[in-house]
């Protein structure tokens, strides 16, 4: 994005601080008329390219840009260029220039505050788009609000602040909301299906082999280009799915439904053989029709008589049974929150279809649309500009049961956007759903993604258990933990001997551990990440653990004892081998016992009140079997300041919410300050220096908060800790490779009592 110097906001009276409008004059520019008379050469170019209409729009900017290269601080330009970077729906670009303009003449800030908002909330920058959004209505409230050129149909100047008050109200539910996710994974159904050109409202047959959606690309039925938009007519066209999974070139579907006017699909039947689809009329209006496959010939389509209206009818959907037809409709007869409104239509028992009925749980004083009722009859999906929507339409989800609506719920990122997310369409056994959006990283202006719902997708998982030096499969006593905040143990079922299954999640982390007698137990850790995509209907999860026999297990004596005073010291050790904890002890008068292998790195933890936490490797030796562990007393040891790192805590990438393996280390922390009442600390994150520090700032204190409520809640008092984020303020290796980055990422604590 082209890095743009303007004006900072500020909170009161003109948000943004004028700078000087410099127009194409020898006046400004008395020492280069040579690049003056180019630069005023292009900008009546892009003039004429402008006024031919948005089909030439492309060609216009081009010419812009050359301007503006010589000129970046006239005005107008910066005017025309965010027009045209709005309607080809690049965000970045649009927002810069829009405040670019108002910046430079304030005579634009009647017909740029509007759009300048709706670009910095398609951006994510709510509080910003609030601020433009606020200064907008205080012009409409103003005596020059008969000068703006508003852009609702109506010209109507309440209607333009109702549009302003919802847009306000998304951009604060999208404060809220930012965060809300569901795990998908999102393919781009690649050139055969997209082009450069707006692709969009894709629906699948049950078999999924064969794929229809209505496309803006050259070459339509009537060869017209819309005079309100840089594309032609819109088109329906389809695809079908080759043996190896790929797809066939798209072209337009055969038979009579493509005209020379609009025409979209809005809806296909599982078996493939009927359609709804939309068409546009010259009266601003629209409505639905049905077509059906006839031999592999579509038939020209019918007008459903049951719904339509003088008003506008934009979506329409089956239920499974096909007794009932949900729809959208403007019709004030039905639709009696104001704008489209979702509807149902149901049969009697004579075949007959009854009057409309309005859903009223579902609508509000906003448009709804894009009815979608999934294989179950009652998981309903549709769009709205209501709700808890956090940009133009998103995507919400309930279920319906004839008019009692439940469960209603936005469906969070990242299916929803910041964008208009309008249309989406669900296999039938609802682990995919097909959708189209704007985002980036397309084949063109808006394209078609498939999108995988990992919470409906289990795979098999198959562990195997083997002696290390045999290879061959033993009974075992087998936990599998999935990593979350709250650990989930997996049902595993013993298939035979050594082989255990169970069905596991997609995206997700996993601990297997194995423990048999005569074996030193095993841990292994595995996760369902795919670099590429898989074919989920055949892939299966295969782990194998080996675990190495005791051989000859001699019994070990450990001691400890006070460094100083040499007296013997009560506390507990425990012993871990690699990831895997062998076992934990108490030392009776400081003494304890314990059979395991000579000539094997252990590593043990000693915890004692009063004393200092000690880590150290532990290595018996057939000349060697007793070892003494040497303790320091506690507050000998300990100062205001002392700082600790705690290695072993582990946060998801860019997240705060602790992982299952942290908890050994936090144990150790919390047994720290179980012994040692009189000690207060604080808990301390740290980061690398990737990212912006206001990121890193609130990154490192959520993390710090995360662990002080860990502690909290595994019953430390509150009192006695506190927690702060320093981003990448106190780096203890420089950030210049991966390994000292790594030193830097890490929690502390630090004795401040």
């Known amino acids: 994005m082209k890095k743009l110097v303007i004006a900072l906001l500020i909170a009161i009276g003109s948000n943004l601080v004028a700078q000087n409008n410099v127009e194409f004059t020898e006046k400004n520019f008395p020492d280069n008329k040579t690049g003056l008379k180019s630069a005023q050469a292009n900008l009546d170019k892009g003039d004429d390219y402008f006024e031919m209409g948005p089909q030439s729009w492309e060609t216009a900017l081009r010419y812009y840009l050359k301007a503006n290269e010589f000129n970046p601080n006239n005005a107008y330009l910066n005017f025309q260029i965010a027009s045209i970077y709005r309607q080809f729906n690049n965000t970045h670009e649009a927002a810069d220039y829009y405040e670019k303009a108002i910046v430079l003449e304030k005579d634009y800030r009647n017909k740029a505050l509007l759009p300048l908002a709706e670009e910095l909330h398609l951006d994510g920058q709510w509080d910003k788009a609030i601020e433009m959004y606020n200064e907008y209505n205080t012009l409409l409230n103003s005596s020059s609000a008969n000068k703006i050129e508003l852009e609702n149909p109506e010209g109507s100047v309440d209607v333009e602040k109702k549009y302003v008050g919802m847009r306000i109200l998304q ?76 797809w066939t070139k798209a072209e337009k579907l055969k038979g009579d439904v493509n005209s020379s006017d609009h025409d979209a699909v809005v809806w296909l039947s599982s078996k493939g053989d009927k359609l709804i689809i939309y068409r546009y009329d010259k009266n601003d209006n629209g409505d639905l029709y049905e077509s059906e496959n006839k031999n592999g010939s579509w038939s020209k389509p019918e007008p459903m008589k049951m719904i339509n209206s003088k008003y506008r009818e934009t979506h329409a959907c089956y239920s499974p049974d096909g007794n009932t037809i949900y729809f959208t409709t403007a019709n004030p007869k039905y639709a009696t929150k104001g704008g489209l409104d979702i509807c149902r239509v149901t049969k009697d028992e004579t075949g007959k279809w009854g009057e409309p009925k309005e859903i009223d749980a579902i609508n509000t004083i906003y448009n709804e649309e894009s009815p979608f009722i999934k294989s179950d009859g009652k998981t309903f999906y549709f769009s709205s500009q209501g709700h808890t929507s956090i940009g ?116 997700k982390y996993y601990t297997a551990d194995a423990r048999a007698d005569g074996y030193l137990p095993s841990k292994i850790k595995f996760n369902t990440k795919f670099e590429k995509m898989p074919n989920f209907d055949t892939t299966v999860i295969r782990q194998k653990i080996y675990l190495k026999p005791t051989f000859a297990p001699i019994v070990m004596k450990c001691e400890l004892k006070n460094k100083k005073t040499l007296a013997m010291v009560e506390g507990e050790i425990e012993i871990t081998s690699g990831e895997n904890v062998i076992t934990k002890l108490h030392t009776k008068e400081g003494k304890c016992e314990y059979r ?32 003494t562990i040497y303790l320091n007393m506690e507050m000998e040891e300990f100062e205001l300041g002392d700082k600790f790192v705690l290695k072993n805590v582990y946060f998801d990438y860019a997240k705060s919410n602790l992982r299952s393996e942290s908890i050994n280390e936090l144990n150790v922390l919390k047994e720290f300050l179980t012994n040692n009442p009189q000690v207060r600390v604080e808990v301390s994150a740290h980061t690398d220096n990737h990212g912006s520090a206001t990121y890193n700032y609130a990154l490192s204190d959520s993390r710090a908060q995360s662990v002080m409520e860990w502690l909290i809640g595994n019953g430390i008092d509150a009192g006695r800790l506190t927690s702060k984020g320093y981003g990448f303020d106190q780096p203890i290796a420089p950030n210049d490779t991966d390994e000292n980055r790594q030193l830097n990422r890490r929690v502390e604590f630090k004795i401040i009592k």
């Open 171 to 246: 951009c604060n539910n999208g404060k809220k909301n930012v965060r809300d996710s569901i795990p998908i994974i999102m393919l781009n159904m690649g050139t055969q299906i997209n082009g450069k050109y707006p692709d969009y409202t894709a629906a699948v047959n049950a078999t999924e082999d064969m794929i229809v959606f209505t496309s803006r690309r050259t070459g339509s039925t009537g060869g017209m280009i819309d005079p309100e938009s840089p594309f032609e007519y819109e088109d329906i066209y389809y695809s079908t799915k080759n043996e190896d999974g790929t």
């Open 596 to 627: 395991l292998e000579v000539d094997v790195d252990y590593e043990v933890i000693v915890i004692a009140q009063g004393y200092k936490i000690v880590k150290e490797k532990l290595r018996f030796t057939k000349e060697d079997l007793e070892k």
């Open 392 to 507: 133009g339409f998103d995507i919400f989800k309930c279920e319906i049961e004839g008019d009692k609506v439940t469960s209603l719920k936005n469906v969070g990122f990242p299916i929803n956007s910041t964008s208009n997310d309008v249309f989406i369409f669900f296999t039938e056994d609802g682990k995919k759903a097909f959708f189209d959006s704007d985002r980036k990283g397309g084949q063109g202006e808006k394209d078609i993604y498939e999108m995988f719902i990992l919470d409906a997708i289990k795979l098999p998982l198959i562990v195997e258990v083997y002696d290390e030096r045999t290879n061959k499969l033993i009974e075992s006593d087998l936990s599998v933990i999935e990593a979350a905040y709250i650990p989930v143990e997996l049902d595993m079922k013993n298939d035979n001997i050594g082989t255990y299954s169970s069905l596991i999640g997609v995206s």
